[in-house]
Every structure is written in C-alpha cells, then in structure tokens.
C-alpha cells in the first residue's frame, strides 16, 4: 500500500519533529494512519516551500568599499563592513532591515574598505554569532591581523576559512570557499576570500578584491563556473575580472561596489565592455541610495536599485 511506502520512507528521515510523529503512528495503528501521512506530507511540503523561496543579498552603497547583507531564510549574513567612515550607512541599513542578530560576519580580506566597519559592529547592539576570515594574509603577525585583533577585543567567535571549506547556512544555502590557493605576501587583495554561495535558487560568486593573480589560480583549478549573479572584484578595476573569468561565469547580474567620485578609474570601461558581451546585466552601487537588491528565484536573477524613502 502506498501508505506503507510513505511510512517507509519517513522513517529513514530523522528530524525530532518526524520521530515524534512516527511515534504517533505506531500508537495509533491502522485507524488514524491515512491523516498523519497527510499531514507530515503537508508538514514537509511546507518546509520545502520554505527552502525553495526567493534568497536576496542588498549590496549596500559605502562608496569605494565593500559590504553585502544575505537574506537566507531566517539566517541574516554580511560580508565585509565598508570603512570606519561609512559605517554609519552600514548601521543605517542594517536598522532599516530590522536586522539585530547576524549569523555570521564573512571579512574577505584586511584592506580597511572590507574590514574598517568591523569594530563598530562588534562594539554595537547587533548580536554577531561568528566572525570568519581567511587563513591566507598578508600581516607579518597574527596579532597584526585586524578581525583577530576585533574579535578579540570584543569576544567574538572566530572561524579561519580556508580553500575548499565549506559553511552550511539554512535552507538548503552554503557558502563554498573557493580561494585564495596561495598566500600573497605583497598583495592583499589576492588573499581575498572568493566563496560561491549555492542556494535552491540559484548561485552567487562572491570575488573581494580579488586581482588577476588569484583569478588565474582558481581558473587554471577549474574552480570558476557559471553564476546567476557576480559581485565584481575589486570594484570593477580593470586588474581583475579578464575575457576567461567573464566568460566562465557568465553571470546573469554583475554587482559593481564602488563609487567614481572616489576612485574615478572604476568601473573600468573594459571590465564594464566585457559583462556586456556576455550579456549580462550590470548595477554600480552607487547608483543607488541604500544599495542594490539583488533576487534570486528559479535559477533567475533579478536586481533593484534600493533608495531611502
């Protein structure tokens, strides 16, 4: 009976909500089997639905710097913090999401346009569950190391990511550590965390300050394949993001976190050249007030452009 086959299969599935309810089942016997079948059904096809709804990520405007808020299920996730000097958008956003818990703080990299917002948020009525950064740096010490020194002094926990990790997040989402493969003494922005966020919905590909050395590392690795959305390296600098690492990722949305009053190079016009053959669709921060709202659903990327009311 297709019942029995229901049955069978719930009981290879272990959560603490099913086991209780198989526990009803076998008390109850043959009488009541039919509506608590029906029931768990409905119970999993509700956290399906669950898992399967839309996943956003707002890519907040601090100028020429770095700082995305991840809206997964009930999980809120930020990578990078900005500057010091732009944190007070940062908290301003923050507050406007209705955000007071963060899962987790993801800091790429030590240049002060990623890491210079971290204090203030440690030091701020925001409960931080988890700090991570990279095992690859370029500080000579460990004390020299900038998310050390905050979550030390604000007694946060810390995580070391390294190439090939993983940080399994609710609903079905995971951030994968792609890079950095080697450690660059000279240049930090080619220790950038790369993480390809995966969801039921679709991919995120994540780059830092990612520069053209580390690129070809994770290319030559085979570890750059197509995403529906990209965050550009290095805000749109033309010393990242080349034809072949365009070409892989393909993405459906390019997200460009930069501002041209402070740093007028960017975009680059050739970075910008190179999305556009591949038809992707582009939005620059500071193009927006708040930032740009990125959605991800059925494998379809859509982008917003988010400004204070």
Same mark, same amino acid.
């Given at each position: ?6 049955? $069978? ?14 526990? *009803?089942?076998?008390?109850?016997? +043959? ?16 956290a399906c639905a #669950? ?9 907040? +405007? ?22 010091? /000097? ?5 908290? #301003? ?7 007071? #818990? ?14 210079? /917002? ?10 931080? $569950?988890?700090?991570?950064a990279g095992t ?15 979550? %030390? ?21 995971? &951030? ?6 080697? !450690?660059?003494? %000279? ?29 070809? %590392? ?8 197509? *995403? ?16 072949? &690492? ?34 992707? +669709?582009?939005?620059?921060? !500071? ?12 494998? !379809? ?7 204070? #009311?």
């Amino acid at each position: 009976m297709w019942e029995i086959e229901v049955l $069978d299969a719930l009981q290879n599935i272990h959560t603490p909500w099913l086991d209780k309810i198989m526990v *009803a089942i076998t008390s109850l016997g +043959n009488a009541g089997i039919l509506w608590i079948v029906l029931a768990a059904v409905l119970l999993l096809a509700g956290a399906c639905a #669950r898992a399967e709804g839309p996943v956003q990520a707002l890519f907040i +405007n601090v100028g020429k710097a770095d700082a995305a808020l991840f809206l997964l299920g009930d999980q809120r996730f930020l990578v990078d913090t900005g500057t010091k /000097g732009s944190y007070d958008q940062l908290e #301003r956003v923050l507050d406007a999401y209705g955000v007071t #818990r963060l899962s987790g703080v993801v800091i790429t990299h030590t240049d002060k346009d990623h890491v210079g /917002g971290l204090k203030k948020l440690l030091k701020s009525d925001i409960a931080v $569950d988890r700090v991570y950064a990279g095992t690859l740096h370029s500080e000579k010490s460990l004390e020299d190391h900038p998310v050390y020194e905050a979550a %030390e002094k604000y007694d946060a926990p810390l995580t070391w990511l390294s190439a090939g990790e993983t940080v399994e997040l609710a609903d079905g989402c995971a &951030f994968h550590v792609l890079g950095p493969l080697s !450690q660059d003494d %000279e240049e930090e922005n080619n220790n950038s965390l790369v993480l390809r966020l995966t969801t039921p919905q679709g991919d995120m590909l994540l780059t830092g300050d990612m520069e053209l050395q580390e690129e070809s %590392e994770l290319i030559e690795a085979g570890l750059i394949s197509q *995403a529906a959305v990209l965050k550009v390296a290095h805000h749109g600098n033309e010393d990242a993001t080349s034809w072949q &690492f365009v070409l892989l990722a393909r993405p459906q949305w390019a997200v460009i976190s930069t501002s041209s009053v402070e740093k007028p190079e960017t975009p680059s016009s050739k970075v910008l050249s190179r999305l556009k053959d591949v038809k992707a +669709n582009v939005a620059v921060t !500071q193009d927006a007030e708040v930032g740009i709202l990125v959605t991800l659903e059925d494998g !379809q990327a859509a982008a917003e452009a988010v400004n204070w #009311r």
